[in-house]
């Protein structure tokens, strides 16, 4: 009887430490399905769709407190994409969070209005404006993700969105336009 107590002791100490071994090697740190989400939001952290930032807006989707048209930036392309990543039928944008625009677009500072209030700056949420209080702004345009959230806070109405100039690195040359096919008529 004490063989088989300590047999049985010894094999659950050895399944314990297996699976003590097997909890740290293949251990899963954060849901992947919200890091799935967030990689296919466009990362322009503008609260559009009533949350935060993206990842938040990834945590309430995965949570099904969210939808998936929500998100402005994204356009039709997410939404699609989220679709399919989360199983359910795509939906129009939910126009209430806004439009879409094919052109991206970014803040300019009109700098003879400027009158340096900083609203612009705890306005942003990437940090993409510099300047300081009673000095003229400007804005990083690699950073800026067009998000518009600078443009409401600001008294002297100096902030434009403009779209961002193409680079030749992301300039495609256009396919020629194809000629109509015409067909002859025959007759006898």
């Not at 939808?67 to 997410?78: F, L, R």
């Not at 340096?116 to 990437?126: D, E, F, S, Y």
């Not at 404006?129 to 409401?152: N, P, R």
């Amino acid at each position: 009887m004490i063989i088989a107590i300590l047999s049985i002791s010894l094999l659950a100490t050895l399944f314990g430490l297996l699976l003590g071994v097997a909890a740290q090697r293949f251990k899963v740190e954060g849901d992947p399905i919200v890091d799935q989400i967030d990689a296919l939001l466009p990362q322009t952290q503008c609260g559009q769709c009533t949350f935060p930032g993206c990842r938040p807006y990834a945590e309430a989707m995965a949570a099904g407190e969210a939808d998936i048209n929500q998100c402005p930036p994204g356009g039709e392309a997410t939404i699609l994409a989220l679709a399919d990543l989360l199983g359910v039928d795509p939906k129009p944008l939910n126009e209430e969070h806004g439009e879409h625009s094919d052109v991206k677009e970014v803040a300019v500072v009109i700098e003879e209005y400027c009158i340096g209030c900083t609203l612009c700056i705890q306005a942003c949420p990437v940090d993409a404006i510099l300047g300081a209080a009673k000095q003229m702004h400007t804005i990083i345009e690699s950073e800026c993700t067009g998000c518009e959230l600078c443009v409401d806070p600001c008294p002297v109405s100096c902030i434009e969105m403009v779209p961002l100039k193409q680079r030749i690195e992301e300039w495609r040359w256009p396919y020629p336009e194809q000629p109509a096919i015409q067909t002859r008529t025959v007759t006898t």
